[in-house]
């Protein structure tokens, strides 16, 4: 499985910082965020529900 940005689509298997959370409001699906759209609080949208966060 490829992890990817859900912001920006970028791969972050070989990245350092990248970060993988649990849905802030559903927690059926992973958020997975790159550091690049995290330093720049890039939208993300939970694929599940349609939560939105920055």
């Known amino acids: ?3 990817r940005c859900v912001s920006c689509g970028k791969r ?3 990245e350092s910082y990248w970060v993988r959370f649990p849905c ?3 927690g ?3 958020i ?3 550091e690049r ?5 890039n939208k993300y949208k939970c694929s599940k529900c ?5």
Do not use: A
């Open 12 to 14: 972050v298997e070989n």
């Open 1 to 3: 499985m490829t992890l």
């Open 50 to 54: 349609g939560f939105e966060g920055p």
């Open 37 to 41: 759209c995290r330093k720049l609080v």
């Open 24 to 26: 802030p409001d559903c």
């Open 32 to 34: 997975i965020r790159c």
């Open 28 to 30: 059926k699906d992973d």
